[in-house]
C-alpha cells in the first residue's frame, strides 16, 4: 500500500522523529537507529537509502564529494521515515511522476528536519530584508532548503515566491 502524505503529515513525521530523538542532528538519529552511513565515490549521484535484507540493516550512502552531506543523509532519513516499505527503484522505473513526488516529499522532511518552525521563525527577525541566498547562506544551506521552508510556512506569496 502506498501512502499519500501531504506537506503536513511530513512536517509533523519530522518533528515527532526531533521530538522522539532528542535532536535534529541527522547523525545521531542514525546512531540511535542503527543506520549506517558511508561515503564513497557515487560519480553524480548525491546518496541513496539501501536495504541490507541479510544483516536486516539499513545503510545510507553519501557522495563524499558532496558540499551538502548533512542534507543529503536529511533527506535518505526522508525515504527511510517516509518510503522504506517502497521499492523506490522499481517504482521510479514505473512512473517519473511517482519518482519525483517521492523525492520531493524527501526533501520536504529534510527540509523540515534541518529547519524546523522554531529556528526558522528565530533567525527570520535578523533577516528582514535580506535575499533568500543571503538567508540560506547565513542559515549554511542550500537555497532549495530555504525555498521549500518558506513555501511550507507561506511565508511569501505566489508571485513573490517565484521571483526568487
Avoid at 499519500?4 to 509533523?12: D, G, M, P
Avoid at 535534529?24 to 542514525?30: E, K, R, S
Avoid at 517521492?102 to 530584508?129: C, G, H, M, R
Avoid at 541566498?133 to 537555497?143: C, E, K, T, V
Amino acid at each position: 500500500m502506498i501512502l499519500i502524505y501531504t506537506s503536513k503529515n511530513i512536517k509533523h513525521k519530522a518533528e515527532s522523529v526531533i521530538h522522539e530523538h532528542g535532536t535534529n542532528n541527522v547523525y545521531q538519529i542514525c546512531d540511535d537507529l542503527k543506520i549506517i552511513i558511508l561515503d564513497g565515490n557515487l560519480g553524480r549521484i548525491n546518496g541513496f537509502l539501501q536495504y541490507y535484507k541479510k544483516e536486516d540493516k539499513y545503510l545510507i550512502h553519501v557522495n563524499k564529494n558532496s558540499k551538502y552531506q548533512e542534507i543529503i543523509i536529511a533527506h535518505e532519513l526522508g525515504h527511510y521515515f517516509l518510503h522504506k516499505c517502497l521499492n523506490t527503484f522499481q517504482m521510479e522505473n514505473c512512473s517519473l511522476i511517482l519518482g519525483d513526488k517521492l523525492e520531493y516529499q524527501a526533501d520536504v522532511f529534510a527540509t523540515e528536519l534541518l529547519l524546523p518552525d522554531y529556528l526558522f521563525t528565530y533567525e527570520t527577525p535578523k533577516s528582514q530584508n535580506w535575499s533568500l541566498n543571503q538567508i540560506a547562506a547565513s542559515l549554511q544551506l542550500p537555497l532549495s532548503i530555504v525555498e521549500i521552508k518558506i513555501k511550507q510556512m507561506k511565508l511569501l506569496s505566489a508571485e513573490l515566491a517565484l521571483k526568487y
